[in-house]
């Protein structure tokens, strides 16, 4: 199995930035693809962006969030931009096989809180 810690959250006012890291443990021979998802409060957990042999972000993130990898590091970031207050919520990463299934265990996330 594959284990992560995610870092790099806080409180930050609207339109600002924070970039999110995530490095993964374990099986890490195993990734093809690594993401990043959310859950605001009271609502299910959502996917943010992947990075893989491309890379996608979900539409209401499109040009403000930023997905990276480092493969030498096990790493995964998030630079976020431009925040809003509908972006709060706790942050996970995850990883994915050659189909694309998510492979890891859990995170406790970290939390981002956008506001004024």
């Known amino acids: 199995q594959v284990q992560f810690a995610e870092s790099g959250g806080g409180l930050v006012q609207p339109g600002g930035s924070l970039e999110l890291s995530c490095t993964a443990s374990?099986?890490?021979?195993?990734?093809?693809?690594m993401a990043w998802f959310r859950r605001a409060p009271g609502k299910q957990r959502e996917w943010v962006a992947t990075?893989?042999?491309?890379?996608k972000y979900r539409e209401s993130v499109t040009g403000g969030f930023t997905i990276s990898r480092d493969n030498a590091k096990n790493m995964v970031c998030l630079q976020m931009n431009n925040l809003k207050a509908e972006d709060t919520a706790v942050y996970y990463c995850?990883?994915?096989?050659?189909?694309?299934?998510?492979?890891?265990?859990w995170g406790q996330g970290t939390q981002v809180t956008v506001s004024s």
């Open positions: 995850q990883a994915l096989n050659k189909r694309g299934e998510l492979m890891g265990v």
């Open positions: 374990g099986s890490i021979f195993t990734i093809s693809g």
């Open positions: 990075s893989s042999k491309t890379t």
